[in-house]
T-cell receptor, first 118, second 117 residues
Framework: DGGITQSPKYLFRKEGQNVTLSCEQN?????MYWYRQDPGQGLRLIYY???????QKGDIAEGYSVSREKKESFPLTVTSAQKNPTAFYLC?????????????????FGDGTRLSIL | AQKITQTQPGMFVQEKEAVTLDCTYD???????LFWYKQPSSGEMIFLIY??????QNATEGRYSLNFQKARKSANLVISASQLGDSAMYFC??????????????FGAGTRLAVHP
């Protein structure tokens, strides 16, 4: 079955450490997204990528970095500059990301990664 | 600025009854899409229903229907015949061509629904 795989499910970060969250999709989707969810709140967009080798900052990109070297992979690095990284991180994808005709495409989500500070 | 507002932090409903979850939105884009997602306690986001801004009829998917009132900028989710498994967080989201020509999904804060036996 096609889908989005996020790993690990749980992750712990030490002070001053960078950690990388994995997101892999086998849906052949062009667009991928990273969201952060704090307890009891909605999702906020961190980064998104419409196509390989291209990505754009979302609303809360500070302290995070991404890469998109392959169509199926969109890893998120939480850097030491992110002072409050404890949250639930969700990765999503859509077949395409641009153009008016793509606005009806629902985002497919992975199961998420819970990141905590040690 | 684009915005989604869900004014009900929590809702209770008796099993087998219908419930309406409110969602209002704000956008200046002429073309946009509205989505509802369900998030159980396990955390995954489950797509429920979609409504396009130009759709003439309200969307329906099984027990889910969307009460779309474009002039009021509201897109309320109606769940008929509630089941215990419907207990979850529900998020309203909007997608359109925002800045830079890229589609982005904007989420509301969510409504926690509890279904009682």
């Amino acid at each position: 079955d096609g889908g989005i795989t996020q790993s690990p499910k749980y992750l712990f970060r030490k002070e001053g450490q960078n950690v990388t969250l994995s997101c892999e999709q086998n849906l052949n989707h062009d667009a991928m997204y990273w969201y952060r969810q704090d307890p009891g709140q909605g999702l906020r967009l961190i980064y998104y990528s419409q196509i390989v080798n291209d990505f754009q900052k979302g609303d809360i990109a500070e302290g995070y970095s991404v890469s998109r070297e392959k169509k199926e992979s969109f890893p998120l690095t939480v850097t030491s500059a992110q002072k409050n990284p404890t949250a639930f991180y969700l990765c999503a994808s859509t077949p395409s990301g641009t153009g008016a005709g793509s606005s009806n495409q629902p985002q497919h989500f992975g199961d998420g990664t819970r990141l905590s500070i040690l | 600025a684009q915005k989604i507002t869900q004014t009900q932090p929590g809702m209770f409903v008796q099993e087998k009854e219908a419930v309406t979850l409110d969602c209002t939105y704000d956008t200046s884009d002429p073309s946009y899409g509205l989505f509802w997602y369900k998030q159980p306690s396990s955390g995954e986001m489950i797509f429920l229903i979609y409504q396009g801004s130009y759709d003439q009829q309200n969307a329906t998917e099984g027990r889910y229907s969307l009460n779309f009132q474009k002039a009021r900028k509201s897109a309320n989710l109606v769940i008929s015949a509630s089941q215990l498994g419907d207990s979850a967080m529900y998020f309203c989201a909007m997608r359109g061509i925002f800045s830079g020509g890229y589609n982005k999904l904007i989420f509301g804060a969510g409504t926690r629904l509890a279904v009682h036996p």
